[in-house]
């Protein structure tokens, strides 16, 4: 298990940057549907947030203070498999979830997870195509 987090931010008027053990992290403030964020995080990154731990969620949560949004992560329903389970744009999957109460309520379908500032960074299921800003990951 890797030990304490060493993180360190830098804000900037588009994007907050953090180091965090072998991972750098970026909020992107562009408006992208998720697969367009995908795209983006993948082009110029490594790919859409996972979200694997408390640990890392807490971490996000402290990096998003104060900043306002509905944020875009790897998190995405399996919709070809018609049921309501999820895997990270990475290929992972976790069972560590921090869904806001009552989520993910979305029916079956092409949904995908954001993190909502007004619900203290707990994940909401929406449909992919809203246009939101979003977070990448390179590294780990
Ligand atoms: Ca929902």
New binding site residues.
Partial sequence: MRSALHCLLLFSALWTLSFCGTSLIYVVNEAMNWTEAQEHCREKYTDLLTIESEKKMDYIAAALAGEMGHFWIGLKQKSEENTTSWIWSDGSYSSYEFW?N?????SVGD?CVQLWSDLLFQW???QCCWPGPFICYEGE
């Fill in positions: 806001d009552g989520q993910p309520d979305n949904n909401n299921d929406v």
